[in-house]
């Protein structure tokens, strides 16, 4: 008896205390749970079918108030799920002894009066972590009623009753028996429903029990974890880049000092290699002494993270944009302005000529207006044609580059030879899958600014060739022309930056180049030397079928993704 009752209260204080750590965290990340209902709302569904042990047997949980024992979980199977006639007793008084034991930091058992008078033999325990404490209790009485009774018949005949004596203790106490048995085991239904993973590790920190929560996330059977070193096997490697230092581990730091340690956004690994973030927590089952083992609970916060993330990045990409608007808004007015002031200022000297009867300037004057105008329109459908890259959607082909640049060729050659101007472009080019005409419109861009603005040389020539690295295609369109300086390269991408003073360009063709790149999954970049020329790079992904290109209203990043666990 004395066995059942100290191994009960040892098991239901160990599960009581990991489903209180686990209320505990969520309660520490939301100040409206309250954590101490939640476990003890838990525990009251697993004991709704307690069946209990004997005719007096009982499982009782307290706390300590002020001067008083206060119950808040019993059960019995003679008197039904929380009809006992008491709810408190004074702190100090001669009832409820085992449990003010437990209360005062005390484990073990003992015969003593319980909260009603009786005499029990009771085991009790304090659930460490919480003001509760639990006993394990049955009546005295109820133990030596079978003895009592049966005993003078068998002083009277020892010898025929002896066996007649086995049986009919056999019969009574196996009920019991089996009755306490099946309260173990609805506690440790508790462990095995829990959304959580719990383990329990022996002084070594090696496995001794997972529950399914834990073997679903881990992705490993019980026998395959069974004795493990569960740090080297889940736990270590997650902070590979820093060889130097050693990581903080909360099961090797209760394994060092015995106490309750905590951790979060920690990384376990799976048993195929990959990777999740954890929170977690590991305390020793009996305060104080790791010798009796750990009990450690996780749960796996992957979603929350990346969503947290996921927060942060959009609220920091909606910062750049709101700066990048100002910006815009401020680009746009001045170059817009400037073909209204030209409109302005003719319309006035029209209406001075009117009035003065001088009408031989008027058609230069309405040609000018004109002129403004068609700059204005020219510089709005430019906006209009930016701001629908990436969302319009579009079907994707494969474009043959060399086809496509040996039509631009031809489209431009009037201007080629006006300049005298060498185009050579490399043969047999890889295809790029993609959308045509942004795709087109790169190469249209990049070719007329090398017209443009790269053949200032004596000889000028324009090349266009292709290499692949890096998981690219990475075309160039390089031309011996002035060159630009560095301070350049980036701000010859944003809207409206001209590097000169050419009314016949509107400042975004350039701006249009990258924004197809962006949304193809690529990059676009100049490098240059004043003097030596200008090099112009497009580099599409060489896995262009698997990642299509993208509308810009559904980008997401963050910096925490799952990992692969290194050899």
């Known amino acids: 008896w004395r066995q059942w009752l100290i191994e009960g209260a040892r098991k239901e204080a160990s599960i009581i205390r ?208 069974i004795d493990k070193d569960f740090h080297a096997l889940v736990h ?45 927590t590991t305390a020793c089952k009996q305060p104080g002494d790791v010798s009796l083992g750990i009990v450690m609970t996780f749960r796996d916060v992957t979603t929350r993270i990346l969503t947290e993330q996921d927060l942060k990045a959009a609220n920091a990409d909606l910062k750049q944009r709101n700066s990048e608007m100002e910006q815009f808004i401020y680009l746009v007015s001045h170059d817009l302005k400037s073909p209204l002031v030209t409109i302005q200022g003719f319309t006035g000297h029209i209406q001075k000529d009117i009035q003065a009867q001088r009408l031989d300037q008027l058609p230069g004057f309405m040609n000018r207006i004109q002129a403004a105008v068609d700059r204005m329109k020219l510089l709005i459908d430019s906006l209009l044609d930016l701001s629908r890259i990436g969302r319009v959607a579009t079907p994707s082909s494969d474009v043959d580059i060399n086809e496509l640049l040996a039509q631009m060729v031809d489209r431009y050659e009037a201007e080629l030879q006006a300049k005298g101007v060498t185009a050579s472009i490399q043969p047999n080019t890889p295809k790029i899958y993609g959308d045509r005409s942004r795709i087109e419109q790169v190469f249209e861009n990049l070719l007329v600014n090398a017209i443009h603005y790269g053949c200032t040389a004596e000889k000028p020539t324009i090349t266009v060739g292709c290499v692949t690295r890096d998981g690219y295609h990475q075309f160039s369109v390089r031309d011996n022309g002035a060159g630009i300086a560095p301070e350049y390269h980036d701000r010859i991408f944003q809207l409206f930056r001209r590097l000169t003073a050419d009314k016949d360009s509107t400042g975004v063709g350039l701006a249009i180049v990258r924004r197809v790149m962006e949304v193809h999954n690529g990059r676009a970049w100049v490098e240059s030397t ?38």
């Open 530 to 567: 004043p003097g030596e020329g200008a090099t112009f790079w497009v580099a599409f992904p060489t896995n262009g079928h698997q990642v299509a290109p993208r509308m810009i209203e559904q980008e997401a990043y963050s910096p925490w993704r799952p990992k692969q666990k290194p050899d």
């Open 236 to 280: 270590a490697g997650q902070n590979e880049d820093e060889a130097d230092t050693e990581p903080y581990c909360p099961l090797r730091a209760t394994l060092q000092d015995s106490q309750t340690h905590s951790a979060s956004n920690e990384t376990f690994w799976r048993k195929d290699g990959t990777s999740f973030c954890v929170d977690y």
């Open 18 to 225: 990991a489903i209180a750590d686990q209320a505990q965290k969520v309660a520490k990340k939301n100040p409206d749970y309250d954590w101490q209902t939640a476990t003890l709302s838990q525990l009251s569904q697993a004991q709704e079918h307690f069946e209990g042990f004997g005719e007096t047997g009982e499982y009782v949980l307290a706390w300590r108030d002020g001067d008083e024992v206060r119950f808040v979980l019993r059960r019995q199977i003679a008197l039904g799920i929380d009809k006992l006639p008491t709810n408190s007793v004074p702190f100090g008084s001669e009832l409820a002894q085992p449990m003010q034991r437990a209360l005062q930091g005390h484990a073990g058992w003992m015969y003593g009066n319980d909260y009603q008078g009786h005499r029990v033999l009771a085991a009790y325990k304090q659930v460490q972590g919480t003001p509760w404490a639990v006993v394990d209790k049955i009546d005295v009485s109820e133990m030596q009623y079978p003895f009592i009774k049966y005993g003078s018949l068998a002083v009277l005949a020892a010898c025929l009753l002896i066996p007649t004596a086995f049986v009919i203790f056999r019969r009574i106490t196996n009920p019991i028996a089996h009755r306490m048995d099946e309260s173990a085991m609805r506690m440790e239904s508790i462990l095995m429903s829990a959304g959580e993973g719990i383990c329990e590790l022996d002084s070594r920190g090696r496995v001794l029990l997972a529950n399914p929560a834990a073997l679903h996330m881990l992705g490993w059977t019980l026998d395959e974890l």
